[in-house]
């Protein structure tokens, strides 16, 4: 039955992007679309339980993902659609001198190039809404601020720690060419002081036009999560991401060692469809890019290189896992070129740059 959905979906996608010539789909690219790798469903929802118990700040974006996927019946069907999409937008499109580096030369592990898409520098504007119930959680300006400008370099490849990267991976990391521009901030007392991971703050307060914008929820999830997004092809009345309010920015009421505004760099990078590191399973699942290797688990604390999984090393510095704000500091090309397709023709979060 499932197989027979898949290839229902494909043959769907099929005449739905013949119709699209800004991709010049030919049947050449097409033929070059493997989706049989392609899974939604995972174990976070155990994995991620058992962290928590172990004393570990997780994520909770996969298990919200289990949540949406059973609360809504349609969602695995869009989810492949945009995969499909991804997929055939590295299939289309050569691979030029983007952002990233394009020099090969690592030792050993896989290069991917970066796609040069002709978009050019990608500018999402992002709206804030801090929801407090004491005056700590009514962040400064300047925490908001900060937190922009963390994006801004990470995701640039600005950011001074880049320099850390141990040469394996000279050719892996990029300049994704997407930048953030604070749009407005709302400010909201409530008296819930624990907001959870089940969408209930955005239902309190509504994102605001969630299909050209980046909303961020800052308020105290509670239960040692640090925050949690929503990937392409959810509903846009829950579009965006939620961020522990220690957790955001790098100055003002932050905790240590997640006070680098690296949990919002990691949310980011699930919103603009990207999977950690990890896969969410063991070695045979994978995170569908191809310079990130494999590993069978998250990462913690600030590991030595090199740390092998899955006969490879790991990228643990990769924003994707669940080390230290301190010890993550890069995208890979194959990242960037995943994320990019979203505003290609036909992508996902195309709106946004219209
Ligand atoms: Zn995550």
């Not at 991709?23 to 058992?50: G, H, P, R």
Request: some cysteine; aromatic content about 10%.
């Amino acid at each position: 039955m499932r197989n027979c959905f898949l290839a229902m979906a494909s043959i769907a996608m099929l005449f739905s992007s013949c119709s699209n010539d800004k991709n010049e789909i030919t049947d050449e690219n097409q033929s070059k679309v493997d989706m049989s790798d392609f899974y939604v469903y995972t174990d976070a929802s155990v994995d991620e339980a058992q962290r928590l118990a172990e004393g570990r700040n997780v994520c909770h974006s996969m298990v919200n993902l289990n949540r949406q996927l059973n609360e809504n019946p349609e969602l695995e069907k869009k989810m492949y659609d945009v995969e499909y999409h991804t997929r055939l937008f590295k299939a289309t499109n050569k691979p030029g001198n983007g952002g990233g580096n394009p020099n090969g030369g690592g030792s050993g592990d896989v290069d991917e190039l970066p796609i040069d898409d002709g978009l050019g520098i990608i500018n999402i504007p992002v709206y804030v809404h801090v929801i407090y119930s004491n005056t700590n959680e009514n962040i400064s300006n300047a925490q908001i601020a900060s937190q922009i400008t963390v994006l801004n370099d990470d995701f640039r490849k600005t950011n001074s720690d880049a320099s850390l990267l141990p040469a394996e991976f000279d050719n892996d990391i990029t300049d994704s060419e997407i930048e953030f521009t604070l749009a407005g901030t709302y400010r909201h007392s409530d008296s819930k002081s624990s907001w959870g991971t089940n969408d209930a703050v955005k239902a309190a307060y509504p994102p605001i036009s969630p299909s050209t914008h980046l909303n961020i929820w800052v308020c105290n999830i509670g239960g040692g999560i640090l925050g949690y997004a929503q990937f392409p092809g959810g509903s846009l009345s829950t579009d965006g991401i939620v961020v522990g309010t220690q957790y955001f920015g790098n100055t003002g009421y932050v905790a240590a060692p997640f006070n680098g505004g690296r949990t919002t760099t990691h949310e980011v990078g699930h919103y603009l469809n990207l999977r950690h590191i990890w896969g969410d399973g063991r070695c045979n699942r994978d995170d569908f890019v191809a310079d990130t290797p494999k590993s069978d688990a998250p990462n913690y604390g600030c590991p030595s290189y090199p740390t092998v999984n899955c006969k490879s090393n790991d990228m643990t510095m990769n924003y994707m896992d669940y080390v230290d704000d301190a010890c993550m500091y890069m995208f890979s090309d194959g990242q960037r070129n995943r994320m990019r397709a979203l505003f290609a023709a036909g992508g996902a979060r195309e709106d946004m740059i219209n």
